[in-house]
């Protein structure tokens, strides 16, 4: 019998962890450069307001759909910090992790057959959503040459009119590119254009390098007729298991989204909430001392990478490295050959879409000893092989 999940593809990083977990208990030491999870935890301040609110007796019922207003002025005031955009409290949803809004956005507001426009290579939830709608995945390339932007211009004028939905990441996953205001402004005007939403993912904007400062689309003007942009504490704030995403901006979308949303779930456990608001409002210094950090790693994993006669993309922002693998291999047969042979787990280039065929993507999300330690193995076998 058919289901509706036959369209969906298996995900990647659930059949990885299986083959780690089997070489770990074959005694291997596999260091994980997949996943970008987070390795260091939130600041003291987040933890101890989580904590405080679960001893409150109050806290351990349902909460509003939309959730606490607390939550909603919190992120409003990050908006205003960050990017000196001004927005309405009302006018913003929680998200159970930007992830969530992806897919369920989707399922909001596509109708069979629409035409959704996705970066290749690109954050794989935005196809996967679009097939569960029953709509029409159709990429576009994001390309070196292009410093991995789309070409606006060379979307087909027809694909144009038929899309319904954009996807758009900036600091991007999985090429670790970024987007300045300009380029959004033009992506803002291609939408108006074609009546598209964009969505900006923009899960990214505080994970930045070499002084780089992000941009939110919605810093453009009037962004918010035409666009949505979905953000999370996951990588800004090590706080990717406490699932605590929003979705801001185009205001008929957003109501869309509610809607399905208080079918789909009951929004967070209030103490979280709690965490999240100490973590928007609270001192933001630290995350300076964060990104300088991954910055370090970054640094170490350049080099060490440029050292084996690769030639990885500048990163100036995210949590990744996106790097061509050496000539003559498939990214999966290269990554599940290092992994098997040097125990480092590697993201395979192919599972962001064709357009990543021919690179692999690491994660910063180790100590610079233990990234020192997997490309000297991954050196290694290097040597072996050429
Ligand atoms: C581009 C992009 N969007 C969304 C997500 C999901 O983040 P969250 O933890 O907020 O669901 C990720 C996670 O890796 C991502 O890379």
């Known amino acids: ?6 369209k969906l593809s298996p995900n990647y990083f659930a059949t990885l962890s299986a083959r780690v977990a089997a070489l770990r208990a074959a005694g291997y030491d596999v260091i994980r450069l997949d996943i970008g999870s987070p390795d260091l935890p939130p600041a003291v301040h987040i933890v101890e307001a989580l904590t405080c609110s679960a001893r409150d007796s109050t806290s351990h019922g349902y909460q509003p759909l939309s959730g606490s207003s607390e939550i909603r002025r919190a992120w409003a005031q990050l908006y ?3 990017h000196g955009v001004k927005l309405d409290p009302e006018d913003l949803l929680p998200l159970l992790g930007s992830k969530e809004g992806v897919f369920h956005l989707s399922l909001a507001i596509l109708n069979p057959k629409d035409v959704v426009l996705i970066p ?12 569960f709608a ?15 932007l789309p070409d606006l211009d060379a979307i087909p004028i027809e694909t144009a009119r038929r899309a319904r939905l954009m996807w758009l990441n900036y600091p991007n996953n999985p090429t670790a590119a970024v987007a300045d205001l300009e380029f959004f402004a033009r992506a803002v005007e291609f939408a108006r254009s074609y009546g598209i939403l964009l969505v900006h993912d923009a899960a990214y904007t505080q ?10 689309i919605l810093e453009v003007p009037g962004a918010a007729d035409v666009a949505v942009e979905l953000n999370t504490l996951s990588k800004s704030h090590n706080m990717a298991g406490w699932r605590l995403g929003i979705a801001a ?3 008929e979308a957003i109501t869309a989204l509610l809607k399905l949303k208080t079918h789909a779930d009951s929004g967070h456990f209030l103490p979280v909430q709690d965490g ?5 409002t609270g001192d933001q210094g630290w995350l300076v001392t964060r990104n300088a950090v991954y910055q370090d790693r970054r640094d170490a994993a350049m080099t060490a990478l440029r050292g084996m006669g690769l030639l990885p993309h500048s990163s100036k922002a995210s949590l990744y490295i996106w790097c ?4 003559g291999w498939r990214s999966m047969d290269f990554a599940l050959h290092i992994l098997n042979t040097a125990h480092v787990s590697l993201t395979p280039g192919i599972i962001f879409g064709p357009r990543g065929e021919g690179y692999f993507r690491l994660s910063l999300v180790r100590p610079v000893d233990v990234i020192e330690t997997a490309m000297n193995r991954i050196s290694n076998r290097l040597k072996v092989l050429y």
């Open 134 to 148: 029953g709509a029409e995945p159709v990429s576009f390339p994001l390309l070196p040459e292009n410093g991995f």
């Open 80 to 82: 205003q910090n960050q």
């Open 120 to 131: 290749d290579p690109g954050y794989q939830t935005y196809a996967q959503g679009a097939r």
């Open 1 to 6: 019998m058919t289901k509706p999940t036959d």
């Open 249 to 251: 901006g185009n205001a």
């Open 276 to 280: 999240a608001v100490a973590a928007l």
């Open 324 to 327: 061509p693998i050496p000539a």
């Open 207 to 216: 994970v930045t390098f070499d002084g780089w400062r992000a941009p939110s």
